[in-house]
């Protein structure tokens, strides 16, 4: 099992997050959302309980890119990563 360093409370910078909803007292999910600094731009009803910023989640996990391309990882973006193209 993949384990994420959440963390609680509100996010200090607006971005994208992996977040863990509660959708009641034995319910829950994932989802991704936006924080646009004063609350969740999301699209499922429920309360988040715990949030990861996108670029430390995608760290956490190897993903193979769809296509055959070239890229090189960088990690200075806002959201803590992004991709660079180079052509094959």
């Not at 509100?10 to 319910?27: H, N, Q, S, W």
């Not at 990861?52 to 996990?61: L, N």
């Not at 960088?74 to 959201?79: T, V």
């Amino acid at each position: 099992m993949l384990e994420i360093e959440w963390k609680y409370g509100t996010p200090f910078l607006k971005g994208l997050y992996f977040i863990a909803v509660r959708m009641g007292p034995e319910a829950g999910c994932y989802d991704f959302a936006n924080w646009n600094g004063s609350s969740w731009d999301k699209s499922i009803e429920g309360e988040v309980v715990a949030f990861c910023d996108a670029g430390s989640f995608v760290r956490c996990i190897s993903i193979k890119w769809p296509f055959e391309d070239k890229i090189k990882l960088r990690s200075e973006s806002r959201s803590g990563i992004s991709l660079e193209f180079e052509e094959a």
